[in-house]
């Protein structure tokens, strides 16, 4: 036998034997933050981690759990989101694994709601944490000034909102306090695990308030995308809206209900016409609290396909602005 091969293998073996144990991968960055996703916000709560592994590179896998704070995590690719229950400290862990088995870890923190909800508006330190950062830029989250001679109004509602509550305020300049809540309201669901932080400990005299554009959105993947379920279904979105009245009832102040405005046709993960079925649903709820006012911001926008955006549930200024007027208009009505 020739004495090369014996040689060869050992070589092989050894170099095999020898060769450095694998390192677990290094966390870079591991972070809790309220985001902006996607089409003119999808406002999420974002678990967002980063590592590096010098054997793995790029295929490192990143999981996330929850270690104490309740709620539920949606994962997405190297992230996930985070949809919470109520209010208070909630604890994340995030573990990243290579392919060899190596693994690390991190935790963060995120206070769901303001430190403190009863300053959340009447304490600008306090409003501004609540804000998501790209919001803390924007004139439609600035911090309100409270004049104790005027009455107090809260808006509550989507992007919807967020776009015509500049032009209530300037409607109402020198009439009303006119406050907003400190993100994107969203669904019917989260308006109710969100009432007592929207409410704070501000008396209120004129509550405007919407929901239906996020409960008949449709996702896939963290996408809009019609082939997905509603996020509400119209059997949700009733029973939520029953309670969701009966609890702003409770509140004492004058309530207005906006109803949802025009789906255009290939409108991001919405359906063209479900805005009627949910808006039909809500006529029906009304008819149980009769001392519920009604702003029709579907007839508006409806009169005016001018104001809005291509494909897409968005306004112009245009019918932002015109949508503010009459907002404001109907809150005077309910002051009198």
Avoid at 55 to 69: A, Q
Avoid at 122 to 137: E, F, G, N, V, Y
Avoid at 243 to 257: D, V
Avoid at 276 to 291: C, G, S, T, W
């Amino acid at each position: 036998m020739r004495q090369i091969k014996p040689g060869l293998i050992w070589c092989i073996i050894a170099i095999h034997c020898t060769a450095h144990a694998n390192e677990a991968p290094v966390i870079k960055k591991f972070f809790v933050a309220k985001q902006l996703q996607g089409e003119q916000g999808i406002e999420q709560i974002i678990l967002r981690g980063s590592a590096e592994d010098a054997e793995d590179g790029p295929r490192l896998t990143y999981s996330y759990r929850i270690v104490s704070g309740g709620g539920k995590l949606e994962p997405v690719k190297r992230y996930s989101i985070y949809h919470p229950e109520g209010n208070g400290l909630a604890v994340f862990e995030l573990t990243v694994t290579d392919s060899a088995g190596a693994v690390s870890k991190a935790t963060a923190e995120y206070q769901v709601g303001a430190l403190d909800p009863a300053k959340l508006y009447t304490d600008k330190a306090t409003w501004m944490a609540a804000l998501a950062p790209k919001s803390r830029k924007q004139p439609t989250f600035a911090f309100v000034e409270c004049d104790p001679d005027l009455p107090n109004v809260l808006l509550i509602g989507d992007s919807i909102s967020i776009g015509y509550t500049p032009y209530v305020r300037a409607a109402l300049k020198g009439q009303c306090n006119v406050y907003r809540i400190p993100e994107n309201g969203g669904d019917s669901k989260k308006a109710l695990n969100q009432f007592d932080y929207w409410m704070g400990q501000r008396m209120w005299d004129v509550i405007h308030f919407n929901t239906g554009l996020h409960d008949m959105k449709r996702i896939v993947n963290n996408q809009l995308d019609i082939s997905g379920e509603p996020v509400n279904s119209p059997e949700a979105y009733r029973k939520n809206l029953e309670a969701y009245f009966q609890r702003l009832e409770t509140t004492g102040a004058k309530l207005i209900w906006a109803n949802t405005t025009v789906v255009p046709e290939g409108a991001g993960g919405r359906v063209k016409g479900e805005e009627m079925e949910y808006n039909q649903i809500a006529r029906e709820v009304l008819k149980n609290h009769p001392d519920i006012g009604m702003n029709d911001l579907y007839a508006l926008t409806a009169a005016h396909p001018a104001d809005q955006k291509p494909a897409n549930v968005h306004f112009e200024a245009s019918g932002m602005k015109r949508q503010g007027q009459q907002v404001a208009g109907k809150i005077l009505e309910a002051l009198k």
